[in-house]
């Protein structure tokens, strides 16, 4: 299960630009931090009555271990926080995201 996209890399290479699925609480925040990951958010989409948001952001290429990494442990965050259908919510929307790029 993917949570995040891979959107393309910035200007030069030096950035790549993700989408990923976060919640309400910003849940990301904190695995961003303990693995030493600077990300710069660029924007996120919200929708009424969903707990989780899609955020848009760059990390420097030579980051994007550290960011993956992050984003796997976010899986298993969601879980022990009790957001059992984030895992359903991304298998949701990450395809249509990819598809939508591909246009």
């Given at each position: 299960?993917?949570?995040?996209?891979t959107l393309g890399k910035g200007f030069l290479g030096l950035r790549t630009r993700f989408a990923f699925c976060?919640?309400?609480?910003?849940?990301?925040?904190?695995?961003?931090?303990?693995?030493?990951?600077?990300?710069?958010?660029?924007?996120?989409?919200?929708?009424?009555?969903?707990?989780?948001?899609?955020?848009?952001?760059?990390?420097?290429?030579?980051?994007?271990?550290?960011?993956?990494?992050?984003?796997?442990?976010?899986?298993?965050?969601?879980?022990?926080?009790?957001?059992?259908?984030?895992?359903?919510?991304?298998?949701?929307?990450?395809?249509?995201?990819?598809?939508?790029?591909?246009?």
């Open positions: 299960m993917d949570n995040c996209l976060d919640d309400d609480n910003h849940s990301s925040v904190s695995l961003f931090n303990r693995n030493r990951v600077r990300i710069t958010p660029k924007g996120s989409w919200i929708k009424d009555g969903v707990k989780y948001r899609i955020v848009l952001c760059s990390v420097r290429t030579k980051d994007v271990p550290l960011f993956r990494k992050a984003m796997e442990e976010l899986k298993t965050k969601m879980l022990l926080i009790g957001n059992t259908d984030y895992e359903a919510f991304c298998e949701e929307i990450i395809p249509g995201l990819r598809e939508a790029g591909e246009k």
